[in-house]
């Protein structure tokens, strides 16, 4: 069974850089074709979707976060991250990884982190 | 962005009945390439991650009880409970993976009257 885990600050101050890390077991980041994702989940609000990584280190970024963001993966710790800079209130959410197939008939997000709240705040 | 637009935003039940809500895409999910249409359910329920219901319109993950069923087609569709238990209550959102970037709707709230 594939398992996520979100770790990082839970605090930045405004015009910082949020950074996480999303650790992953039960299986090889390298192996399978797999889009490791980050989606955040503003307080009270929905769902959205931020961007991804293959183990290539291929990405693709979200439009809506204007340039801001930056995810990598380390294969050696299995480990994939992310990086928002220029981070204000808005940016306030909780932040899940997720793991979603390369394939159409896969690309559902089968397994998720249990998500980590960082908040913007000075 | 393809705008997912779900109803009702909240949804009271009665545990035994049926419950179906909504969702509506500003654009068609169908690819035409391999002719599947591409709307996931998913259910966050209280204090959890959100946890895969529906894949491509109409296929249950692993695990999903029969109780659940996804239909629709082209820019319509709809997430079906026939019978509702208390364990169904959380947030359900749909969302769409035939373009980048993926876009989810503004969920729909189920509780129990």
């Known amino acids: 069974q594939v398992q996520l885990q979100e770790s990082g600050p839970g605090l930045v101050k405004p015009s910082q850089t949020l950074s996480l890390t999303c650790s992953v077991s039960?299986?090889?980041?390298?192996?399978?074709?797999?889009?490791w994702t980050w989606i955040r989940q503003n307080p009270g609000k929905g769902l959205e979707w931020l961007g991804y990584?293959?183990?290539?280190?291929?990405?693709y970024y979200n439009p809506s976060l204007n340039s801001r963001l930056w995810i990598s993966v380390d294969t050696s710790k299995n480990e994939f991250s992310m990086r928002l800079n220029s981070v204000t209130a808005a940016d306030t959410a909780v932040y899940y990884c997720?793991?979603?197939?390369?394939?159409?008939?896969?690309?559902?997000?089968?397994?998720w982190g249990q998500g980590t709240l960082v908040t913007v705040s000075s | 962005d393809i705008v997912m637009t779900q109803t009702p935003l909240s949804l009271p039940v009665t545990p035994g009945e049926p419950a179906s809500i909504s969702c509506r895409s500003s654009?068609?999910?169908?690819?035409?390439?391999?002719?599947?249409?591409?709307v996931d359910w998913y259910l966050q329920k209280p204090g959890q991650s959100p946890q895969l219901l529906i894949y491509?319109?109409?296929y249950r993950a692993s695990g999903v009880p029969d109780r659940f069923s996804g239909s629709g087609s082209g820019t319509d569709f709809t997430l079906k409970i026939s019978r509702v238990e208390a364990e169904d209550v959380g947030v359900y959102y749909c969302?769409?993976?035939?373009?980048?970037?993926?876009?989810f709707g503004q969920g729909t709230r189920v509780e129990i009257k």
């Open positions: 039960g299986g090889s980041i390298s192996s399978g074709r797999y889009f």
């Open positions: 654009e068609s999910l169908l690819d035409s390439y391999d002719g599947n249409t591409y």
């Open positions: 997720a793991r979603g197939g390369v394939d159409d008939s896969s690309g559902f997000f089968d397994f």
């Open positions: 491509s319109l109409s």
């Open positions: 990584i293959y183990n290539s280190g291929s990405t």
């Open positions: 969302m769409q993976r035939v373009a980048f970037p993926r876009t």
